[in-house]
């Protein structure tokens, strides 16, 4: 009796402790393959939506900041009143003091500089960076739609106001190809690329259009009185400018290389085989 109570009960202890580790068994392959399956599921996703690599990551972080700088340039630029020096000749109201201005796309400014303090080999008063007092005002194109009066010559409104709308639409659009990087890095995905791309090369497209409408301004200002002779140059903000059209196009073109599908370098310049070498 005992052999066969204890047999059966062995033999029902031994069944329900392997049951219980078949089944512990089992679970656990279940929960393995459900997480199997849900990390083929995540890849496959990852896959179609074209997730980026590390590698491709950094390369877009390098073509922001490249765009970056062209955004800081043109903010500078936009910003600064030094776009154009007008400089009559030095002797041309006394001999002790003589006056200079300079003007962007918002404001000019008149400066008197004493003669003492300017380089006897030029012959015209500046340069603006000299010492002296200034006076600065804003234009009234975009609030009475008057123009400005300076050394007898009188601004174009219609060309100054066209220069100004052009900068201010190419820092909209390099806020648009901002918002384009950032959400495909926070996203981790490549189409934003494409009209990231877009976004800055019209910018930078733009920006050097606005420059070359100031400069047609500027020429007509000059055309528009000669009683006062003077002598203009282009100044640092210009430089700014069109530093910042020429970067923005080029992060431009890298963001568009990076969208495409393939390397431009790997069609262009084929590795050889390293196989075929050895047959």
Not at 115 to 132: H, K, N, Q
Request: proline share 4%.
């Amino acid at each position: 009796m005992k052999g066969r109570t204890v047999g059966p009960a062995g033999t029902i202890g031994g069944m329900a402790t392997g049951g219980a580790a078949q089944g512990g068994g089992g679970g656990l392959t279940g929960l393995m393959s459900g997480r199997s399956t849900f990390g083929n599921k995540r890849r496959r996703t990852t896959a179609a939506g074209h997730a980026m690599s590390e590698a491709q990551e950094g390369k877009i972080k390098l073509a922001f900041f490249v765009a970056i700088v062209g955004v800081v340039l043109t903010v500078l630029g936009v910003g600064t009143e030094f776009w154009v020096e007008l400089s009559p000749p030095k002797s041309f109201y006394n001999n002790k003091t003589c006056l200079t201005a300079h003007y962007g796309l918002w404001k000019g400014c008149t400066k008197t500089l004493w003669v003492a303090d300017i380089d006897p080999e030029r012959e015209s008063c500046g340069p603006a960076e000299l010492p002296g007092e200034s006076n600065c005002t804003y234009f009234k194109f975009f609030t009475t739609g008057e123009n400005t009066v300076m050394f007898q010559k009188t601004t174009q409104k219609n060309m100054s106001v066209a220069a100004a709308m052009l900068a201010m639409f190419s820092l909209f659009l390099m806020m648009m190809g901002a918002i384009c990087i950032t959400m495909s890095l926070s996203k981790e995905i490549l189409f934003f690329l494409k009209p990231a791309s877009v976004c800055f090369i019209l910018s930078g497209v733009l920006v050097l259009m606005s420059l070359l409408v100031f400069h047609q301004s500027v020429l007509a200002f000059l055309a528009s009185d000669h009683t006062v002779p003077l002598h203009h140059e282009l100044s640092w903000s210009v430089s700014c400018i069109g530093c910042a059209g020429g970067v923005l196009i080029v992060g431009g073109i890298l963001f568009l290389l990076l969208a495409l599908p393939y390397s431009p370098w790997q069609k262009c310049l084929p590795h050889k085989d390293s196989g075929g070498g050895g047959n």
